[in-house]
């Protein structure tokens, strides 16, 4: 029995496995055009080139990279400042830490609606400002929600992201400014210097890898666009929804290939990450050893 332990416990995982390529295989033939059931037999790439080709569907998809490209680069850059003043200040456990993982597990859809109490035109900023008598009427507060510049997004996501890019970089960033970086500073550099040159240098792979986790998690969620992005142009995991949902059983390989460009973005990523993390422990054996 205890031989067999090993196994039963991996069937989970090799059903869920079995499930997740049936439908990725089944999505990707989606995609190309397969689809027996609704008289589609043949493979092609015109659905890919149709996305291209129609002006809102491919706004969509410019759009949902700008929402993911800006909300991970901002959270990764503020997530950084925050790692470093918490080390610096030694606050890298504890109660701090448990604070910092509280956005985390919100959901998204709780997120959405602290964002609309606080960004929209009835909310509390504006609400503040109207008396304070900074706007005549609570209408003339800027239009931060549905804007086609994503600033309610952003910002939803920001208040989840900038946190798990501090949990995902500080405990590497602790021990590497307590071991070389105390180094550095022993052998004459400032702590700034030393956190610029050797600190920051070191955690690049792991900074990074948390970029792309976050970005590609933003360019495939679904929740924070529907409810709070704008009307036109649509996000790619909304737009995929709306094709899927088409009364026309036909629309569906245009879905499937939506999903497609997300997956090929999703794929390059995870690529890129494994680099970056190979790449990261190598640069990190290697400075032990000159140490």
């Known amino acids: 029995m205890k031989k067999l332990t090993p196994y039963l416990l991996s069937v989970p995982q090799i059903v869920l496995g079995i499930i997740f390529l049936t439908g990725l295989i089944t999505g990707i033939t989606q995609s190309l055009g397969v689809i027996p059931v609704f008289g589609l037999e043949e493979v092609t790439f015109d659905y890919y080139k149709e996305i291209f080709a129609k002006p809102d569907m491919l706004r969509s998809v410019l759009y949902s990279l700008y929402i993911a490209f800006v909300s991970a680069g901002i959270s990764t850059v503020a997530g950084v ?25 919100v959901p998204h859809v709780v997120v959405a609606i602290f964002v609309i109490n606080i960004l929209s035109q009835n909310g509390l900023l504006a609400r503040f400002a109207y008396m304070l008598g900074i706007i005549g009427e609570q209408q003339d507060f800027p239009m931060l929600l549905y804007d086609p510049g994503g600033a309610g997004v952003i910002f939803a996501y920001l208040w989840k992201e900038i946190p798990f890019i501090i949990y995902f970089v500080i ?5 590497i400014d307590g071991r070389l970086g105390e180094a550095a500073v022993n052998l004459g550099a400032g702590r700034l210097s030393s956190f610029f040159r050797v600190t920051l240098p070191l955690c690049m792979p792991s900074i990074l890898s948390g970029f792309l986790i976050i970005f590609v998690f933003a ?23 709306i094709q899927y949902t088409h009364p026309d059983l036909k629309h569906r390989p245009y ?20 680099m970056l993390i190979k790449k990261g422990s190598m640069l990190l054996k290697e400075k032990e050893w000159s140490e």
């Open 81 to 105: 400042l925050i790692c470093m003043a918490l080390v610096a200040a030694g606050r890298t456990k504890g109660k701090m830490m448990r604070v910092v993982q509280i956005p985390i597990v």
């Open 171 to 175: 405990g590497l960033m602790a021990s």
């Open 219 to 241: 360019l495939g969620a679904y929740e924070l666009p529907m409810l709070l992005g704008a009307t036109v142009p649509k996000a790619l995991p909304v737009l995929a929804y």
């Open 255 to 274: 879905a499937m290939a939506l999903n497609g460009i997300v997956i090929a973005i999703s794929l390059l990523s995870a690529v890129i990450y494994y």
